[in-house]
């Protein structure tokens, strides 16, 4: 085939090509076997009608039999039109990229056509950049996807190259079209006519799936989308097997052409991807998300990587020797405006990974990384601490007898200290790392219940002492119940049912209640924002709105830190570990306002404490030790080495 040398790649691509092209006919051949079941009922009418006029079947018998095949075949072809009609019209979901138009990128349009003669396979129509260390072809020449493309791009029914933007700012020129060898090739592929149709089958059969789910549609419809939507699962379901074949048939296609194109060089460039993935995952769970979180995004998250892992080749010994390619050209020179992509990627980032507004706002800003430590780092420390001490005067308001003075000691470490080294008042409720508990909320916000319990006078009805209580053991002195005591076929874990070792007093009691309140503020916090966010997103916007962009209808949906992302980036954390990050952000603040201390950024680790000048690694394991044993010397020989005071009122936000 032309564009290879090589009998062995030759081979291996003809393999790939006829796997592809003969599970593209399979798949098509269910469709074929859905249109004939459809047709079927049509096609038996048509023959007793022709029986009729032959008079072959003449009587009553074939007169009824006749009319009932007949609305039983227009009942039929009236829903797989309908059927078809939805399959057809659906919208396939699309990947949301940043797009790169010619006049944005020559160089780079350049690159991809050069690499595509060289193959001898069709250009792809457009270039897209998505903020993730990934590269594929996708297919949007469905009307609802197309856009205004130059005449120089490569034909309508061309998939588009979708680019990892972190390729660009960390991998040189060569290396990028080592990387994207492969996925251009598979333009051959995808030109082939039984292939695109199978293609679009398969993402017609998807995209109907989800109708049912789009917004605006009356209780008629949707109960008819969801009829649609059952015929086209069991399509689906059927060709599914087909349609991965394909796929992997023309991935080896593809792999096979781009053989013998700068293949030395794509060896070296897949150790790059693996260090760019590296790198771009610590750089947005570590630097990028609690930015998002105070409402501030970085505008160079790209240029950020770059930074991130020439830090982690300083480490890192097998990292070793990557950061001495930055001499090179780097394949952001491709851009004609480097930093407005960039900008505009980590915009996208913002949306899928955290679930931020679609465009800056008051409450949505970027923020530079040389502004990064003041603005991100010093405000979520100071805010965290904030929110430790609502918590602790939640905790004195519902302890406190009316008309007593409040706590004078003030915003300090050594009354956080204190409170978590405090042994619990008898009979208090401990609460729990969820946030649970008995007595009375305060209503002050923080979450915190009296430690009295739910009943009159500080009594619990369901206490484990009333015997009629539920959920109350059974009674011990059962026959039956000392029988299986007295079995020594049963197990010895099994002999008490009570005896569960999880249920072992907590090393720190003090530290449950206090996890369990900042928990329940927490929670309360983002129900709020979320209530805040789907008011603002369904404040200006008309049905209109919603039909002609159907994504933007579920911009009201949120999650825990906004509307909710595609891709979150970390699992809920349990109370411990929020109790955990507010100590240290409070140990934080007093060192920066007692002791010279300084907010940092570290590339790979996030919020950083700088003394003099370097960043501090030694503070977690002594804010643990305070937070899971109730030890609070590890921390008090730290705030007296590094001359931090904890008597002193810190300022918050």
């Not at 060569?174 to 199978?198: K, M, Q, Y």
């Amino acid at each position: 085939m032309s564009g290879v040398s090589g009998t062995g790649s030759a081979v291996g691509e003809e393999w790939g090509a006829r796997a592809a092209r003969s599970r593209a006919l399979a798949v098509l051949r269910v469709r074929g076997r859905a249109l004939g079941l459809a047709v079927l009922p049509a096609a038996v009418a048509v023959v007793l009608y022709a029986g009729e006029v032959t008079g072959h079947f003449s009587g009553t018998g074939w007169g009824t039999a006749r009319w009932i095949v007949t609305a039983l075949a227009v009942v039929v072809l009236l829903a797989s039109a309908a059927v078809a009609l939805v399959v057809a019209r659906a919208r396939p979901a699309a990947t949301p990229t940043v797009e790169l138009a010619e006049t944005a990128a020559p160089d780079l349009y350049r690159l991809v056509r050069d690499l595509a003669d060289r193959l001898g396979v069709p250009a792809p129509a457009a270039i897209a950049l998505t903020p993730d260390c990934d590269s594929w072809l996708e297919d949007r020449t469905h009307r609802t996807h197309r856009t205004h493309r130059s005449s120089g791009t490569g034909g309508d029914g061309a998939p588009v190259l979708v680019i990892g933007s972190p390729f660009l700012w960390w991998m040189r020129v060569g290396e990028l079209r080592a990387v994207l060898a492969p996925v251009v090739a598979g333009t051959g592929p995808a030109a082939h006519p039984d292939i695109a149709a199978a293609r679009r089958f398969v993402r017609g059969l998807d995209a109907a799936i989800a109708v049912p789910r789009d917004p605006g549609l009356d209780p008629v419809r949707r109960l008819g989308a969801h009829g649609v939507g059952q015929v086209a699962r069991v399509l689906l379901r059927a060709c599914r097997g087909h349609a991965a074949e394909m796929e992997r048939g023309v991935a080896a296609a593809g792999s096979e052409r781009a053989q013998e194109v700068d293949y030395g060089v794509r060896i070296v460039a897949q150790e790059q991807v693996g260090l760019a993935y590296a790198g771009w995952d610590r750089l947005l769970t570590r630097v990028a998300l609690p930015a998002w979180r105070m409402g501030r995004w970085p505008a160079k998250l790209d240029a950020g990587v770059v930074s991130a892992l020439t830090e982690l080749s300083r480490r890192d010994r097998l990292a070793d020797g990557f950061s001495s390619r930055l001499g090179e050209r780097p394949a952001c020179d491709l851009l004609e405006e480097p930093g407005a992509v960039d900008e505009a990627a980590s915009l996208l980032a913002a949306r899928l990974f955290h679930g931020g507004p679609a465009a800056p706002g008051p409450d949505w800003s970027p923020v530079e990384w040389s502004q990064y430590p003041e603005e991100v780092v010093d405000r979520k420390w100071r805010t965290d601490a904030a929110r430790l001490h609502r918590v602790l005067d939640g905790i004195d308001a519902a302890a406190a007898t009316p008309g007593a003075p409040p706590p004078a000691d003030g915003p300090t470490l050594t009354r956080v200290i204190d409170r978590l080294t405090a042994a619990p008042a008898p009979g208090a409720n401990a609460g729990s790392g969820t946030g649970t508990g008995t007595g009375t909320d305060t209503g002050d916000g923080a979450g915190v219940r009296t430690p009295g319990g739910p009943g009159p006078g500080g009594t619990d009805p369901d206490a484990p002492g009333d015997p009629d209580a539920p959920g109350a053991p059974s009674d011990l002195s059962d026959p039956d119940h000392s029988a299986r005591l007295d079995d020594p076929d049963v197990p010895d874990d099994l002999d008490d049912p009570l005896d569960d070792p999880d249920d072992d007093p907590p090393a720190n009691p003090a530290a449950d209640a206090l996890a369990g309140a900042l928990s329940a503020l927490l929670a309360r916090e983002e129900a709020a924002r979320e209530a805040r966010v789907a008011a603002e997103s369904a404040r200006g916007r008309t049905p209109a709105d919603s039909a002609a962009d159907p994504a933007a209808a579920y911009g009201g949906v949120s999650g825990p830190d906004g509307p909710l992302p595609l891709f979150p980036l970390q699992p809920p954390r349990s109370g411990r570990d929020l109790l955990a990050d507010h100590v240290t952000a409070m140990v934080c603040c007093a060192a920066v306002d007692t002791a010279e201390a300084a907010p940092g950024l570290d590339w790979l680790d996030g919020p950083a404490l700088l003394l003099g000048g370097e960043r501090t690694t030694d503070l977690g394991p002594r804010v643990l030790s305070l937070v899971e044993d109730g030890d609070p010397e590890p921390l008090r020989d730290w705030l007296a080495r590094t001359g931090v005071r904890p008597e002193k009122p810190v300022r918050l936000v």
